[in-house]
């Protein structure tokens, strides 16, 4: 029999991308918020955060893993999360939670790796520091912790974004003093349906094995990707270098998992001659 895989948030960019990716080999299973063309699905459920009903689509769907890809409030996220820590605790069910680099975001000076201090001065980076705090009293082998770096992918939101800004010549936002590694779509989504089909268990950071300035990599990718000039709007967040880097040390994938941010810029520089 097929495992039963449930992803929340399977309408966004990431978890479309993993249910694209595990419905051929699992039963797999997803929640859509706002996006229409799901309905008729049955292996779809309508899921508001704001309004509750997770308990029912989990009591129907009798998943044996369940993917947190959600996002919206800050608030109703971490009582979710609650909710499906306190149920994986007492259930025969495992939770993948998508974090992110961003729990570290506070360290200048080096790169963190999966059992390094979280410490986070952004909303977003505590937010993910809690439910990960909360995450991580479950015995390891009730949870896996992915800690992603910046996602891109050709029909991401971050490239989106550069394609509308070069075609109407808006400036594009780049952080000069901060150095990042990168994951798409494709590779994360094969990185994750490894981890699943060998049952791992515990902190996984799945970026490049490499890093590179944050303005240097856009600048490449418009480079290769455009093959034209750009406005860029510098934003410093801090005078000293910081790094939003989540490098494996403890728990590493297989060679043909690992990749560089060049392999990176090679999925994404498609020339757009249309731009």
Known sequence: M????????????????????????????????????????????????????????????????????????FEALTETHQFLIDLIDKSNCRLLFLSSANVFDTFEHFPSYEYDKTLSESIYGRFKIKIENNLIRLPTTKY?????????????????????????????????NTIINVNNDLRLCQQIHYIINQQLSGIF??????LIHHFDFIKLIIKRRYNKRAIYKQVYTTNQMRYLAVLAKENKLPINLLFSYTEILNDLTITKKDL
Do not use: Q
């Open 144 to 176: 896996v912790l992915a800690r992603l770096p910046m996602v891109f992918g050709n029909n991401s939101p971050r490239i989106l974004e550069l394609d509308e800004a070069i075609k109407n010549n808006k400036p594009i936002e780049v952080f000069p």
């Open 205 to 210: 950071h799945l970026g490049s094995t490499d």
């Open 2 to 73: 097929l495992k039963r895989i449930l992803i929340l948030g399977a309408s966004g960019f990431i978890g479309n991308a993993l249910y694209k990716e595990l419905n051929s080999y699992y039963d797999t299973f997803g929640t859509y918020f706002t996006k229409k063309g799901y309905a008729k699905n049955h292996h779809f459920f309508n899921y508001n955060l704001s309004l509750g009903g997770l308990e029912d689509i989990i009591k129907e769907v009798k998943p044996k893993l369940i993917i947190s890809s959600l996002r919206g409030p």
